[in-house]
């Protein structure tokens, strides 16, 4: 499974043009990510600064609040996200999301941050907080909030070692009105800019 996610991931990479690619793993947990930079595909835009996103999450139960693995369907998201540049070491973005899984579907708004850190080794520390309150869910879905801290180090030039914590919970309406968290874990990864 992982070999055939990987290729895909590798032939999805090549084929759009990507601005960056991601892979987050813990013990339990496998997480792909994928960035397009809209510039690369119209001329209308100016590069690096509005983006279609995605992520993968295959999660188990250990790390949220589900309590069967039988229960515990893949989450998957779609996004938009348009960023600036504030100063050489501060970007803040602001977007929006279809993200669910099985019984769960929301329209989560929020925004990003990313500070370049002065170091030798170039590190970076980003946040992310989404939110979906019921108006914007669907499904079984009451709301949905995630929120992640992340600390890239750029060990070769577009090349980063990640690591990172998220927290998604997944408020559920029906059948009976729950707080469940869905996923919240620590993670490392890679990361590629292209």
């Given at each position: 499974m992982l070999k055939k996610v990987t290729l895909l991931a590798a032939s999805f990479a090549s084929a759009f043009a990507l601005n960056s690619v991601e892979l987050n793993i813990n013990d339990k947990d496998l997480e792909l990510g994928a960035v397009i930079d809209i510039a690369n595909l119209s001329d209308m835009t100016e590069p690096d600064t509005v983006f279609l996103t995605a992520k993968f999450l295959h999660a188990d139960k250990a790390n949220g609040d589900i309590t069967s693995n039988a229960d515990m369907d893949d989450y998957y998201e779609v996004g938009f996200l348009m960023k600036r540049d504030f100063n050489s070491n501060l970007e803040i973005g602001l977007g929006?999301?279809?993200?669910?899984?099985?019984?769960?579907?929301?329209?989560?708004?929020?925004?990003?941050?990313?500070?370049?850190?002065?170091?030798?080794?170039?590190?970076?520390?980003?946040?992310?907080?989404?939110?979906?309150?019921?108006?914007?869910?669907?499904?079984?879905?009451?709301?949905?909030?995630?929120?992640?801290?992340?600390?890239?180090?750029?060990?070769?030039?577009?090349?980063?070692?990640?690591?990172?914590?998220?927290?998604?919970?997944?408020?559920?309406?029906?059948?009976?009105?729950?707080?469940?968290?869905?996923?919240?874990?620590?993670?490392?990864?890679?990361?590629?800019?292209?």
């Open positions: 929006m999301k279809l993200n669910g899984t099985k019984n769960f579907a929301s329209i989560p708004l929020g925004g990003e941050a990313r500070y370049a850190l002065d170091t030798v080794l170039p590190m970076y520390v980003g946040g992310v907080i989404y939110f979906a309150p019921s108006v914007l869910t669907m499904s079984d879905a009451k709301n949905f909030m995630e929120y992640r801290l992340t600390l890239d180090v750029e060990v070769i030039e577009n090349a980063m070692i990640t690591l990172g914590y998220r927290s998604l919970d997944t408020d559920y309406d029906k059948p009976v009105a729950r707080d469940l968290n869905y996923n919240s874990s620590f993670y490392a990864g890679f990361k590629f800019k292209f």
